[in-house]
Structure formats: structure tokens, C-alpha cells
């Protein structure tokens, strides 16, 4: 067959849109806001070549209007994990040699389905499941997910292009093989685009899949797996098994053909995945790649020369944005006493502005949190804060209803106890805390900072000074995976800043980057000797 020396579509961030009252976006995101509340929909588990459908059914609700029924999506048990790593092995020696542009081209197809056909369609549906606002579906679901698809066929070419060198005589090459085995991705319900990613990079360098999908995403994830199907990705090469966690991980961590996992979620989780693979290691084939990305405790630090606006603004958005149900949200903030005031004021004006409530309404900034667990979790906190005698107090928000929808008021909480435990413990929820230092006690807080969590996820210095930004960058250089310099933690881009973070918050291996596709590749290099030597004899061994 013809070959050649292909060049992949120099991949650009997909812009994003605003959906501003008048525009084209706008109206149709509301009309597939529409068309999803008004009917229930079946979601199956996508197993090989087929749609299995289950007895045992669980509702898909929207987190701002739990009483609403979207659908249904069947779950499974251990004999469907089973039937998902047959079905994977299956498929594993053909999708292995398919030629790598052909690979390429299923996911650059997914790509433009997203960013054309499907993107009102997977935004709504994000918007319904998720209850994220219309800007934060629009930057997920689509751009996010868009970014992750191109940017990773470029990435993937880039490792190919990686070859050794080669001496007279001899031709060295590097292959990239796909892990043998197959690849388990456990992906978390806040970002449609992780949801999406954790799944496909494994899959674009040769691998073959077993999703599951967080249910309280599985809304968003079953549009995902119509566009990968449109794409024309075969049988097989991604399963979608909607199972309890540990009766999935009961099945895939005792096989032996377990060769990785993808994950974003709790670290506890991670550690009890870490442990369990670690038992079993004399079962696998191979040693398994571990990859993931997990909690954060992630910290706002403003100098004494800081714009109060500035850092006012990146509070506001860094802390509450989704709800703060983002690993990078901002939920801890050391704030010198010069600028408070002005920073508190700021902050109490906008408050004051932001509305809460559903997602079909395009003015609200603030929706629900995803489940009543999460609520329960959140508001126990916020009641302790109430009881804390002194250490600390609320004093934005700190109201909550649970009656029609999962909502709680931005808050931000103001303690003397830089030990406050809210300072030290992910809460994934809109709440900030917030903890004022002397300015003189600049550098002390940077030791603080570095210390109170066990996290290294994100992390924002805001300073005019120059010298204080240094240090800062310096001093914090392992606190942080992301480091942001007068700008809110969160929103890492796709080739932009790839996200990952260290300690507590992962392996940190970069989605977003070619690291990550690194961690799926199990390199062989093949050595050609063009012409075979046809005599033991060394030269040192002639006479003298």
C-alpha cells in the first residue's frame, strides 16, 4: 500500500464561545437545553459491539433540580467488567496495527463533531448533569475536550519523531508500541474533557480501554461515546462500564493483562488503587503505569505590593467558579493586612452581584454542587465554622437549601488559626478561606503556605514587586504543579499550561503535554546492522 511521511493539522486552541444574548450559540444551546429537559433517555453501557441494557436502573437528575428526570442509565456488575476486558483483548491486536494516521484520524474526526455537530448537544448535556453554567460548559465539554483531541494527535507524532541516533553501518529506530494489555480509565464527574481525555490518549498510541465514567457524569459521558462511535472508532477499543468502583476494580486489578490506569479523583481513592495494584504486581504481565491526578488544597497568596482588584477578582473566580468543584479551585488565601479591607470590599460588592440557581438561566454565575453527599459534606463544615468559638467565622455566604437543588452560597470564612481546618482539607465546594498576615511576616507565610497541606496541585502569587515574585517562586517551587503569577489558579489550557501537580495531588504527569502520552508507549528500539560482520576477530587481537 502507498506510504508516506504524514504531517498532522498544526493543532490551535478551539475559541471559545460566548454565548452573549443575540448570538447563533446561544439560541441553540437553548434549544438543546430544551430538547434534553423534555424527554427521559436509556444510557447503556458500551461494551465490544454492543449497548447492554441492565435491571437495574439509576435516575440521572440535574444537581439544581433533583426532582427532574433526564433518564436512566443502567448499571452493571463484575460479569459486564469481565465481558468489557474480553472485549478489549479482542479488539487489542487489530487497533494495535492500524496504521498510526489512521488512528489519528478517528480522533481529529471526534474533534471537529464536537467543535460542529455535537457541540450544543455535549454543552447541554454537561450544563443538565453537571449543573455547570453555560461559559464553563462551553470551556470544558467543548474547547477543553476539542484541544485535548488535536493537540494530542501532534503530541503523539512528536514522541514517533523521537529516534535515536545511528552510527556507519548501522540503523537505529525507536518504535512506540501500546502497552500490552489493556488500560483502565476511572474518570471524575467535573470535567466532561477529562471524562473524554482519560480514555482516548491511552487509546491514540494503540491501546485498548475499559472507561468508567463517574456516575453523576454518565449524562455528559454517553454523548461522548456517540461521538467517538461517529468518529468510526472500532469495536472494542473503548468500553464504557457503568459499575460500582470497587466491584470494577475487584475484576480489573486481579487481571493479568491489567497494563494501566488513568485516573482523576479523590487521593484516598488513588492510594487504595496504588496498594491494591502493588499486591497483585506477581499477577501482571507487566508492571502496570500509574497515572493520576487527584485532590487539592489549592492557595491565593497576595504580597503587600498586590493589586487589590486584582486579587479580589481572582478570588471571586478562582474560588467559584463551578461551585469550587474544581481540583485547581482556590480554596485557601493568605492575604496581607494593607489590602485587606480593599480586597474585602471588592469581594462583598461582588458577591452582592452574583445569582444563584439553575443553569438554564443564563444570568446565573453560581449553580448547584453535584450530589446531596457532596452537599451534606460541605455544609457539616460550615455548621463546625459556626461552633468554632472564635477561630474562625463566616463572613460572606454560608447559606445553603437543598430543598429543590444542591445550592450553597459562595463563602468565604475568616479565621485567625492558619491550622483552621478549613485551610488544611479539601472541601470541593464554594468555600474560601481566608487568613491575614502582617506585612512584615511576608516570608513567614511563604513557609506556611508550603506546609499546612498535603496537596501540590495549583497554587497563585499576586505582587507588583519583582523581587517578591521571585521569591515566592522560589520558595514555593514544590507547593505547586501549576504555578500562577498575578492570575486566579485555575484554567489551565491544553499546549498552554499542562496540569498536573505533585506530593498529595499525583503523579504529575501533565495532561495537556507529550509527557502524559509518554505513560502509554512501551518503547523497542530495533538495531539494523547493514552489513554482518563474518569474523570473531578484534583488531586488538592481531599480532604485535
Known amino acids: 500500500m502507498p506510504k508516506g511521511v504524514f504531517n498532522v493539522p498544526t493543532p490551535i486552541n478551539e475559541p471559545v464561545k460566548t454565548y452573549a444574548p443575540g448570538t447563533t450559540e446561544r439560541a441553540s ?12 433517555i436509556e444510557v447503556p453501557m458500551y461494551i465490544g459491539s454492543r449497548e447492554v441494557f441492565t435491571d437495574t436502573k439509576i435516575k440521572i437528575a440535574p444537581p439544581h433540580d433533583h426532582q427532574h428526570v433526564l433518564g436512566y442509565f443502567h448499571e452493571g456488575n463484575a460479569s459486564h467488567v ?23 484520524s478517528i480522533f481529529l474526526k471526534a474533534a471537529e463533531l464536537v467543535a460542529g455537530p455535537y457541540r450544543a448537544e455535549i454543552n447541554a448535556a454537561t450544563m443538565l448533569g453537571q449543573s455547570k453554567n453555560a461559559y464553563q460548559a462551553e470551556i470544558d465539554a467543548a474547547c477543553e475536550f476539542i484541544d485535548f483531541l488535536r493537540f494530542n494527535v501532534k503530541f503523539m507524532t512528536d514522541i514517533y519523531a523521537q529516534q535515536p541516533e545511528s552510527s556507519p553501518g548501522v540503523w537505529n529506530r525507536m518504535e512506540y508500541r501500546p502497552l500490552e494489555g489493556f488500560v483502565f480509565a476511572l474518570t471524575p464527574f467535573n470535567f466532561t474533557a477529562i471524562a473524554g481525555n482519560l480514555p482516548a490518549a491511552p487509546a491514540l498510541m494503540g491501546n485498548v480501554v475499559l472507561w468508567k465514567p463517574a456516575y453523576t457524569q454518565v449524562y455528559a459521558a454517553q454523548v461522548l461515546m456517540k461521538v467517538f462511535k461517529e468518529a468510526g472508532l472500532p469495536d472494542g477499543v473503548i468500553n464504557m462500564i457503568l459499575v460500582d468502583g470497587p466491584v470494577a476494580g475487584e475484576v480489573i486489578f486481579k487481571h493479568p493483562d491489567f497494563a494501566g490506569i488513568h485516573f482523576t479523583g479523590s487521593t484516598k481513592v488513588f492510594q487504595t488503587i496504588w496498594k491494591t495494584i502493588g499486591e497483585n504486581i506477581a499477577v501482571y504481565k507487566s508492571f502496570p503505569r500509574i497515572v493520576g491526578e487527584t485532590g487539592g488544597k489549592d492557595f491565593v497568596l497576595a504580597h503587600p505590593s498586590a493589586n487589590a482588584k486584582a486579587v479580589a477578582t481572582g478570588l471571586i473566580r478562582g474560588a467559584f467558579e463551578y461551585q469550587g468543584q474544581k481540583c485547581s479551585a482556590a480554596s485557601r488565601a493568605y492575604l496581607p493586612a494593607n489590602l485587606w479591607e ?5 469581594m462583598q460588592e461582588a458577591l452582592a452581584e452574583i445569582k444563584m440557581g439553575g443553569v438554564e438561566d443564563f444570568s446565573n454565575f453560581i449553580n448547584a454542587v453535584i450530589d446531596e453527599k457532596s452537599f451534606d459534606k460541605i455544609v457539616f463544615y460550615l455548621e463546625k465554622t459556626e461552633q468554632s468559638d472564635g477561630k474562625a467565622e463566616i463572613i460572606m455566604g454560608g447559606k445553603y437549601d437543598k430543598s429543590k437543588g444542591y445550592f450553597i452560597e459562595p463563602t468565604v470564612i475568616l479565621t485567625t488559626d492558619p491550622g483552621y481546618v478549613t485551610l ?3 472541601l470541593f465546594g464554594p468555600v474560601l478561606t481566608v487568613y491575614i498576615y502582617e506585612p512584615d511576616d511576608f516570608e513567614q507565610v511563604l513557609d506556611i503556605v508550603n506546609s499546612t497541606s498535603p496537596y501540590a496541585l495549583t497554587g497563585a502569587i499576586f505582587a507588583q514587586d519583582r523581587y517578591a515574585i521571585e521569591t515566592a517562586t522560589r520558595r514555593l517551587s514544590q507547593a505547586a504543579g501549576n504555578f500562577y503569577i498575578n492570575d486566579k489558579p485555575t484554567g489551565a489550557v491544553v499546549g498552554q499550561q499542562p496540569f498536573g501537580g505533585s506530593r498529595a495531588s499525583g503523579t504529575n504527569d501533565k495532561a495537556g503535554s507529550v509527557l502524559n502520552l509518554l505513560r502509554w508507549v512501551s518503547p523497542r528500539v530495533l538495531k539494523e546492522t547493514l552489513v554482518s560482520p563474518t569474523d570473531y576477530k578484534y583488531s586488538f587481537l592481531g599480532e604485535p
Do not use: N, T, V
Not at 437553548?30 to 429537559?37: D, G, I, T, Y
Not at 469481565?82 to 489519528?104: G, K, N, V
Not at 480593599?342 to 471588592?346: A, F, H, L, T, V
Open 82 to 104: 469481565q465481558e468489557a476486558i474480553d472485549a478489549a483483548l479482542a479488539a487489542q491486536a487489530s487497533w494495535a496495527a492500524l496504521s498510526w494516521e489512521q488512528r489519528a
Open 342 to 346: 480593599p480586597i474585602r470590599g471588592y
Open 29 to 40: 444551546l437553548k434549544k438543546a437545553l430544551e430538547e434534553a429537559r423534555s424527554k427521559e
Open 424 to 426: 488544611c482539607e479539601e
